[in-house]
Each structure stands twice: as C-alpha cells, then as structure tokens.
C-alpha cells in the first residue's frame, strides 16, 4: 500500500549552533533554509530557545520575511515567546518543553499536568491563525490533555526511539505507533521529530497516520560530510521509500 507523501520540515537550529561558536554571521540559518527548500524541504523549523543558543530573534524575522515554505516556530510556552509569535504569526507554533541546563530538548510538553496554564497560550496562537502544535511523548493521557486543549497538532518526541536498541527499541516503536494512531482517530494532525537520523527515519515514517517529520542535528552533521543538498535529499528519499 502507497501511504500519502510525508513533509519534512528542516531544522536548521544547529547551522547556528556553528555561526554562534565565532559570534559571526557565518554560516547563516536564513541561507542554509533556502538551500534546504531547493532540496526539497517542505517547511522549515527553529526553536527559538530562551537562553538563545542557537537561533536568534533576527534569524526568526529574517525567516518570516524570506521563506517561500511553512515556518514552524518551536518554542517555550513563556509570555516573552508567546509576544514573539503573536508578532511574526508564523504558519506553525511547536510548545517545547525547556530547562536551562539540557543539551537538548530531553522529553515532552507536560500537557497534562499544565493543561489551564498551556490553555491561554494555546487559545491566543490559535487565534491568531498559526497551527499550535505540542511537542509530547508517546502516551495517551498528553494526548487527552491535547485534545482538551484544542490543539490541532501534536508532534511525537522520537529521542527515546533514536536512542534505544534491540527489544527497547521495538517497545518504544510500538508506543508511539498506538500514540499516532490514538492522536490521529481524535483527529489531531500527527508528527515526529527528534534525533531522525538514515537508521532511524524508515520506521518512523511507515507509521501510516504521520503526516510530517521534523529533522535537524543529523542532516547539519551529514552535511559537512556530504553537503547539506544531498543529505537533505537522501532524508527525502528514505522517507518516501518507507511510505511503499
Ligand atoms: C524541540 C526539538 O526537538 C528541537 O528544538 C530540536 O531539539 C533542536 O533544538 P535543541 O537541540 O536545542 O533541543
Ligand atoms: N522537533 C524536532 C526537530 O525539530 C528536530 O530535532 P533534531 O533532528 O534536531 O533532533
């Protein structure tokens, strides 16, 4: 059976991860964004984390005036972000969990032990007409709180999977398989990112009901290996071999 196309959104956190290293324009998110679309990139995703790391807010503005694809802006659900978004209105708007201290995002969005404090953030971004997305692990009860919460997306977080072998693997799999197919019977969109790398993409992409993936960190490494046009476009293809 010939599953429907799958999007793939590019992260490009980490061309600034490289820039921020020398505190100079090289090499630019906003370029490495154009190149990713030529390649086939269906949207692009930054997180505009807190601490700024890595993307900044020029970078944001400078994608919403540019890109020619769906922006996907994940973020912290804090007032100073949420005045971001309501002002660049990006297509997409991922609530992220934070902790000042992690190497990267290690788990899901609480949505369910912070349902009324995530519920005015997510009613403002929805008014504001950019697609709330929610950045969870693979269970059930943050998907109950998502649909309560009115949520159209939810994105499942795939670290765990990524990082697991053997039979661990195969029980993490089977976690999210019935988290997408739960999410998407309620009639939320379903997508995964995190971690994505040539081993682990196939899997992930044959889950049927999952319309995007979100991938970053492993095509900005392959990229100095291989160029970021041919990573991105070995991602594609991959992706489109496992959807049959
Ligand atoms: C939320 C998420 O999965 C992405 O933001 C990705 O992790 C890249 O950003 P970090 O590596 O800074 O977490
Ligand atoms: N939300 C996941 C994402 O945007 C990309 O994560 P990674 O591939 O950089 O780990």
Not at 17 to 30: Q, S
Not at 113 to 138: C, E, K, M, T, W
Not at 191 to 213: D, N
Request: charged content about 25%.
């Amino acid at each position: 059976m010939t599953l429907a196309k799958l999007r793939l959104g590019v992260n490009i956190d980490h061309v600034a991860t490289i820039r921020n290293a020398r505190g100079i324009r090289h090499p630019d998110p906003v370029r490495a964004a154009g190149l990713a679309v030529l390649a086939g990139a269906d949207g692009i995703t930054a997180h505009l984390r807190e601490d700024r790391r890595h993307i900044s807010d020029e970078d944001i503005a400078s994608l919403s005036d540019v890109l020619s694809v769906p922006l996907n802006l994940e973020m912290a659900a804090t007032d100073e972000m949420l005045e971001i978004a309501l002002r660049h209105k990006p297509h997409a708007c991922c609530l992220v969990p934070e902790k000042r201290q992690e190497l990267t995002t290690e788990g899901g969005l609480d949505v369910a032990g912070q349902h009324d404090r995530l519920l005015p953030y997510v009613n403002r971004l929805n008014a504001a007409g950019s697609r709330v997305s929610l950045f969870i692990d693979a269970e059930k009860s943050q998907l109950d709180a998502a649909i309560s919460l009115g949520a159209p997306v939810c994105e499942i977080h795939t670290g765990k999977y990524c990082e697991l072998s053997g039979k661990q693997q195969e029980e993490e799999l089977e976690r999210i398989r019935s988290a997408v197919a739960y999410g998407a019977s309620h009639g939320i969109e379903m997508h995964a990112g995190h971690g994505l790398s040539y081993e682990t993409v196939a899997a992930i992409a044959a889950i049927p009901e999952i319309r995007e993936l979100n991938i970053g960190h492993f095509l900005v490494g392959e990229a100095i290996f291989h160029g970021l046009e041919a990573s991105i476009k070995e991602m594609r293809r991959l992706m489109d071999e496992a959807r049959g």
